[in-house]
């Protein structure tokens, strides 16, 4: 027969998997939405430099302000995303934890909480589920800001390349 302390100890670790991977999520969320800001900041400084006389001679300025006006609006859902997943993540901390707590309450005395720990648990997961899903959509957004960027980069290169090619035919005369 298996020990009744060994037996609670046991089901209370069970959620622990889950609030592991919750706080992994978590981490690597905290620095996603870090770098979201960030990018926010820096294109918000680059287009008002492209907004001042120095920028207006800038090749491809206009592009690139359609560019960043265009990405502003990506940023922030994708901000909200990954808010809302942070949001879904502590909560699911917050209940798996307090399924452990029931369990060990449950095993320590005759506290009978029925099943609010299996309910809590499944909220909890659910949580995970959504956070995950949020993810998901922000991860969309920012691989089709990328392509979009990529874009632009390409045709800057390309003004680039035939102002060398340009160049080089003259020298070469």
């Given at each position: 027969?298996?020990d009744?302390?060994?037996s609670?100890?046991?089901?209370?670790?069970?959620?622990a998997v889950?609030?592991?991977?919750?706080?992994?999520?978590?981490?690597?969320t905290s620095n996603?939405l870090?770098?979201?800001?960030?990018?926010?900041r820096n294109?918000?400084?680059?287009?008002?430099?492209?907004m001042?006389?120095?920028g207006?001679?800038e090749?491809?300025a206009?592009?690139?302000k359609?560019?960043i006006?265009?990405q502003?609006p990506?940023l922030t859902?994708r901000?909200r995303?990954?808010h809302?997943?942070?949001?879904a993540?502590?909560l699911?901390?917050?209940l798996?934890v307090g399924?452990?707590?029931?369990i060990?309450?449950q095993?320590?005395?005759?506290?009978?909480t029925?099943a609010?720990?299996?309910i809590?648990s499944v909220?909890?997961?659910?949580?995970?589920?959504?956070?995950?899903?949020l993810?998901?959509?922000?991860?969309t957004l920012s691989?089709?800001?990328?392509?979009?960027?990529m874009?632009?980069?390409e045709?800057?290169g390309g003004?680039?390349?035939?102002?060398?090619?340009?160049?080089?035919?003259?020298?070469?005369r």
């Open positions: 027969m298996a009744p302390v060994f609670v100890l046991t089901a209370m670790i069970t959620p889950l609030i592991g991977g919750a706080g992994t999520l978590l981490l690597s996603r870090g770098r979201s800001t960030d990018r926010v294109l918000t400084t680059r287009f008002k430099l492209l001042g006389p120095q207006q001679t090749p491809l206009a592009e690139e359609r560019l006006l265009e502003l990506r859902r901000t995303y990954l809302r997943a942070m949001q993540f502590y699911s901390v917050a798996l399924t452990s707590i029931l060990g309450a095993g320590l005395s005759d506290l009978r029925g609010l720990p299996v809590l909220v909890g997961a659910s949580m995970l589920a959504y956070g995950a899903l993810l998901s959509f922000e991860s691989s089709q800001t990328t392509r979009r960027e874009r632009f980069l045709d800057l003004h680039y390349a035939e102002q060398v090619r340009r160049s080089g035919q003259e020298v070469g």
